[in-house]
């Protein structure tokens, strides 16, 4: 069973999991995007005997389970960082703290095409997707073992992808992560000044002033910010106050499909379809954050490294600034 381990001077958990030693990129020296398999894909249609039998599916008609009929699929992972079965085990060992590495890791298969990335697919496929997102939240919140649920995606090797068919992968952890509780810090800092939400602040001022918007609906706004760690860093945020992703309903999910789809398509042509990362930045799952935390999607485009001034300092040095960035975004036709 995986291990979680709390670094006692910075409160920092890791997850130590050597069952994933098994998968065979590991230590291997990063290569370019050619890198990514291009074997027998398991993540196709008519190929679901080569992965975990699916947790939950969309299909258009009723089929059996594993049938290679669906329309979005999602999967455990085959290599899990945290394995759901098992109790928590919390203990101390002199000054250090550990767990067991309980914790749900699932794999969401976006869409049936191979070669489909989210940027190329209708809107109505991406609504499907976070639908997804949303169903195994909240299914996962009635595990009373778990704190916090991460969604992300890695897109291409550079972003830390292995496979070519786009999916995105879901982490539900016994722990809140320590950059999530300092985001929480300076929120609930703000809002006992203020008794404003800080993002809602930061949504009226940058849509007054215009210089970071890239694009908005009647319900969201994409935007660089203010203090990018990465050029070309955009982050999309609902423009009605709501602490949870999950807490959104179909019409709002229809704007976010749609803001995400033209934000990645804006992306993709300035940068010519660039590896990225997505992190859904989710309220904690005790709820305690709702009057403050404003729930956001952050999008980083692999343009430069993070070397020893980063790791040692925890600055960031962004070449482009963020005006800059969003002005190309905003200007290119679709």
């Not at 992808?161 to 929120?187: F, N, R």
């Not at 309903?249 to 995400?260: G, K, M, N, V």
């Amino acid at each position: 069973m995986p291990d979680l381990r709390r670094d006692p001077v910075v409160g920092r958990w890791v997850i130590i999991s050597t069952e994933r030693s098994g998968r065979p990129q590991d230590f291997v020296q990063v290569q370019p995007a050619k890198s990514i398999s291009t074997a027998l894909c398991p993540f196709c249609p008519g190929q679901e005997r080569l992965t975990p039998k699916e947790i939950m599916a969309y299909r258009p008609h009723p089929a059996d389970p594993n049938a290679p009929t669906w329309t979005v699929r999602v999967i455990p992972n085959k290599y899990p960082a945290l394995q759901v079965e098992g109790e928590l085990g919390r203990e101390g060992i002199g000054l250090y703290d550990r767990m067991n590495g309980v914790g749900a890791h699932e794999v969401i298969i976006e869409s049936p095409g191979h070669k489909d990335g989210l940027a190329e697919i209708p809107v109505k496929k991406i609504e499907d997707v976070l639908w997804a997102y949303r169903d195994r939240i909240i299914d996962l919140k009635n595990d009373r073992r778990f704190r916090y649920i991460l969604i992300f995606k890695n897109h291409g090797a550079a972003a830390g992808s292995t496979l070519e068919h786009s999916h995105s992968q879901l982490i539900a952890l016994p722990v809140v992560p320590t950059s999530v509780m300092e985001e929480i810090h300076g929120c609930r800092t703000y809002f006992q000044q203020k008794e404003r939400c800080i993002y809602c602040d930061m949504i009226r001022q940058d849509l007054s002033e215009g210089r970071r918007i890239i694009a908005e609906n009647s319900e969201f706004v994409c935007m660089t910010p203010f203090a990018p760690r990465f050029p070309f860093e955009m982050w999309i945020i609902p423009k009605r106050h709501d602490s949870a992703f999950e807490n959104g309903q179909r019409p709002q999910l229809e704007f976010l499909a749609s803001i995400l789809s033209e934000s990645l398509r804006r992306m993709d042509k300035v940068l010519s379809k660039p590896a990225f990362n997505f992190v859904l930045h989710n309220s904690p799952l005790n709820g305690h954050a709702n009057e403050f935390y404003h729930w956001h999607l952050e999008i980083m485009p692999k343009l430069t490294q993070v070397a020893g001034f980063e790791w040692g300092t925890g600055f960031y040095i962004n070449p482009v600034s963020p005006e800059e960035c969003a002005k190309f975004l905003r200007g290119v036709t679709l």
